[in-house]
């Protein structure tokens, strides 16, 4: 695992996660900025997290939306208690729509886990999907990344970083730092007759491509990622 001082380097807008989604409550989360994320090689790596892969079940949930249990035992389950901003993922009541939730507990030995938020449809079924993430103490396989964003953590602004094949030799590695004031890479309006090719859109916290009453405007091969 390598290891980055990002404010030492001049990157010290380290962003954050936040609760969103689809929806929350009645207002819908669209266009929200998402957490500082990490390119190698234009691919973009994984936030720690648990499992590596796919989701875990919700074997218990809550009408409050608060609280639920898990099935499995996660090799580095005893250590959670100890991350200093965990958050979960999951599709909590339908299939068809995801959020992200700040963590407030884990009570690890009856697999329980208590949130600061509940969903926007509050509560929590049993049988769906989630994944813990955001965890130093799950970065355990190449791909995943951790960013201390905790002011007065004793690691504030430390990139941690298994790369793939276990080494940065000669791979391009990028954070993305545009886009936490809500700024598109780029943001049109009223414009027309434009044509943009072959270019690639990366690495940002926002949107990509905005446009407002344009006409006539084409992407043509390329890349949004």
Known sequence: ???CDLPAHGITNLGKLRNRGVSYGQTFHVGLVSHMELSCD???MQLARWPNSGYATITAGSTTGMTFTYSGTPANESKWPNASDPWVHGFWNYDFYDQYLPVAT????????????????PSILAGKRWQVCNLLEELDQ?????????????YYGKLYFWPPANSVSGKEIVVSTVGENSTSLVKLSGAS???FKGLTFEVSRFNAVEMQDCTSVVLDNCTIR
Request: hydrophobic share 30%; charged share 15%; glycine share 8%.
């Open 106 to 121: 884990f009570t690890v030995n009856n697999n329980r886990v208590t949130l600061d938020d509940p969903p926007g449809n």
């Open 193 to 195: 007759n434009l044509w």
């Open 142 to 154: 190449a791909n995943e990344y951790y960013i201390e964003t905790q002011v007065g953590n004793t």
């Open 42 to 44: 234009g691919d973009m």
């Open 1 to 3: 695992v390598y290891q």
